[in-house]
């Protein structure tokens, strides 16, 4: 399936300030090359409207042991491993969307993201952070040794980590097909529809689902 995008552009001016403003524009970073950011049905989190329900509390509560860290990228600790790790998570979940090789050159080079969250040992995300906003992408995981809903649990992991250190946004990427209304179960939702920021979940599952 093609990446859903209205736009592309690529910038130069890679402050905090100037990539948080795109962003807010419905930009996400990619990983085709240095700078290229694509417009496209974004979804991020208000976290000062960010109330954890039960359901989120429940799934924390199920990953208490794991523990989140976060590592700059460049990251000097790669290893055949991780890459290994991500080929095989996304060739059973996307398809092969990624090669060993492409998942080495994002975390040890850092042409767009900064920060690599790992979880445990278990999983890892490959992020982009500021002092403003957290992008929380390519998560990827263990798919035999970590517990049901490790994905749910990383995310989650990642949204109260960001809220607490005082972010105003985390952003999950965007809402393309009809499976990615996982994304939708946080207060403080917001998605772009070409244009601005809608906080009406019901009328973004219709557009997932065709209706």
């Not at 990642?158 to 972010?167: E, F, H, N, S």
């Not at 809608?198 to 557009?207: G, L, Q, Y």
């Amino acid at each position: 399936m093609e990446y859903l995008k209205w736009k592309e552009e690529t910038i130069t001016d890679f402050s905090d300030e100037a990539i948080s403003k795109k962003y807010a524009d419905g930009f996400v970073f990619t990983r085709i090359g240095k700078g290229v950011m694509h417009q496209t049905r974004s979804v991020r989190i208000d976290l000062k409207k960010l109330e954890m329900s039960s359901e989120n509390r429940r799934i924390l509560r199920k990953g208490e042991e794991i523990v989140l860290e976060k590592n700059p990228i460049p990251f000097t600790g790669y290893t055949w491993e991780i890459g290994k790790l991500a080929k095989d998570f996304y060739d059973t979940k996307a398809g092969g969307a990624f090669s060993a090789n492409k998942i080495k050159e994002l975390i040890e080079t850092g042409e767009n993201f900064n920060m690599l969250y790992t979880f445990s040992g278990l999983g890892y995300a490959i992020c982009y952070k500021n002092e403003k906003i957290l992008h929380y992408s390519y998560p990827f995981y263990d798919l035999e040794g970590v517990p049901k809903d490790m994905g749910l649990i990383m995310m989650t992991k990642a949204i109260a980590d960001a809220q607490a250190a005082g972010l105003d946004y985390v952003y999950l990427g965007s809402l393309q097909r009809a499976n990615d209304t996982y994304k939708l179960q946080f207060s403080g939702i917001e998605w772009f529809d070409g244009k601005k920021w809608s906080n009406d979940t019901e009328k973004v599952k219709m557009v997932l689902n065709g209706i």
